[in-house]
């Protein structure tokens, strides 16, 4: 019975380290992923949309543009010059 008490604290206690390892390995790539000059936003699979062609493209590859405080996103080098030009 106390044997069996024990193993269960044991368990408990090991679940606890994995679940420690995860957390900071997860803040790790977090801040990795911050650290990055074209990744401006931490989350992954956001899709953007190009306001110029009406594309939607995934944010970590697209190209961005600040205007008037607003980002935009655009698909190509060619949409960016466009909405230069406009
Ligand atoms: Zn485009």
Redesign the pocket.
Known sequence: MVAAFFRLILFAFIAYIVFLVLRITRGLKKDRRQAGPRTPGPVEGVMVK?E??G?YIPRDEALTEVRDGAVYY???EE?RRRLKNR
């Open positions: 190009d110029i062609c594309t655009f698909c190509s949409c």
